[in-house]
């Protein structure tokens, strides 16, 4: 894997006692799509402002795009979409698109045709002569989201980017986010809509207490909790689940749900066909059957819950960094 953001050991602390980040340890690869989540207040916006130069790590080691982290050259070749931007409300869309463009050193008119391909791109090419004091919050979010793109950037970094957008909005800007993946770019992407995240990110990393306590793709975090689910019209009683699990070669029991749900530690399905004979035998319905793995929502909340009530300089996480941190 080619980095494109590869640090280490990043530390914050505010008023030399409020610790924000506590070493954190990243790897962001080139050209794929990473998100990172936490509850509030675990670090994540700190660590996306440390990489942007926003604000000054108390510690930090590595580099973004091939350079130590802070270097304003590499600025040029990033797009940045803030929390809780603001734009002037009395500029147009396509204003503030030329704005931005113009700070990038970009040509008056390489800038103009520019800015009307990324209003399109976003959805808001009609209305690019209204005043962004007309627009809706998640009009707002598309424009930012543009505007981050107007520099031509090879690492996208977008905190927040779907905060007030509608779920239609919310699907454009996945779809957006898998074209610029498409050619190429490298998006990194810090948001709380767990759902979002699970649907296009390659990888994810999970930050609590100003540490990253887990990072990979879904696959690899869950894959010590991946089964086969067989799902009853009717609870199982004991003797049911005895005949079932007792029998030679059966995968292990790993999970039973109010006794209508059972899950085996396999991914061979041929293996858990006994069971199926068993529950047939017994007249029992079977609704459904099939591989299960935990969402990215069972993933965060096993890892919040784990590391919530540790030591914060306590790493717990499954396969978590030696340090690992952000927010």
Same mark, same amino acid.
């Given at each position: ?17 409020i610790?924000?980040?506590?070493g954190?340890?990243?790897?962001v ?37 091939g ?17 809780h931007?603001?734009?002037?409300p ?7 698109l030329e ?26 090419g ?8 007309s ?13 981050a ?6 690492l996208?970094?977008l ?7 509608d779920?239609s ?8 986010l ?19 995240l ?27 909790q ?11 009683d004991q !003797? *049911?689940?005895?005949? /079932?699990? #007792?029998?030679?070669n059966?995968?292990?029991? &790993? =999970? %039973? ?9 396999t991914?061979?399905?041929? !293996? *858990?066909?006994p069971? /199926?004979? #068993? ?6 319905? &079977? =609704? %459904? ?6 969402s ?32």
């Amino acid at each position: 894997m080619t980095p494109v953001i590869d640090i280490k050991g990043v530390e914050k602390t505010y008023k030399k006692r409020i610790k924000a980040l506590r070493g954190v340890d990243m790897t962001v690869g080139k050209g794929e799509i990473f998100g990172l989540l936490g509850p509030n207040g675990a670090g994540k916006s700190t660590l996306v402002k440390i990489m942007m130069t926003v604000i000054s790590p108390s510690k930090c080691q590595g580099t973004v795009l091939g350079n130590k982290v802070g270097d304003k050259a590499t600025l040029r070749h990033i797009g940045y979409l803030p929390e809780h931007h603001r734009f002037p409300p009395y500029l147009t869309g396509r204003q503030v698109l030329e704005h931005f463009g113009a700070m990038s050193g970009i040509k008056r008119k390489q800038r103009k045709a520019k800015a009307s391909e990324l209003l399109e791109l976003v959805g808001m090419g009609s209305w690019h002569k209204d005043k962004l004091g007309s627009y809706s919050k998640g009009m707002r979010q598309r424009v930012g989201l543009a505007q981050a793109l107007m520099n031509d950037p090879k690492l996208v970094v977008l905190d927040e980017p779907t905060d007030g957008v509608d779920p239609s909005g919310r699907r454009d800007i996945r779809n957006i986010l898998t074209h610029l993946k498409d050619e190429g770019r490298t998006i990194f992407l810090n948001s709380h809509l767990l759902s979002e995240l699970e649907m296009v990110c390659d990888r994810v990393a999970i930050m609590v207490h100003g540490l990253v306590r887990t990072q990979g793709t879904i696959e690899e975090l869950t894959a010590d909790q991946a089964g086969y689910a067989i799902t009853t019209s009717t609870p199982l009683d004991q !003797s *049911i689940l005895s005949q /079932i699990t #007792t029998q030679p070669n059966m995968p292990k029991l &790993i =999970e %039973s749900k109010d006794q209508t749900k059972i899950i085996f530690k396999t991914d061979n399905a041929e !293996s *858990i066909q006994p069971a /199926i004979d #068993t529950l047939r035998k017994n007249n029992i319905t &079977i =609704e %459904s059957a099939g591989l299960k793995r935990p969402s990215l929502e069972d993933l965060f909340m096993q890892v919040v819950d784990k590391n919530d009530g540790s030591k914060p300089g306590a790493i717990s996480g499954a396969k978590a960094s030696k340090k690992g941190a952000n927010s």
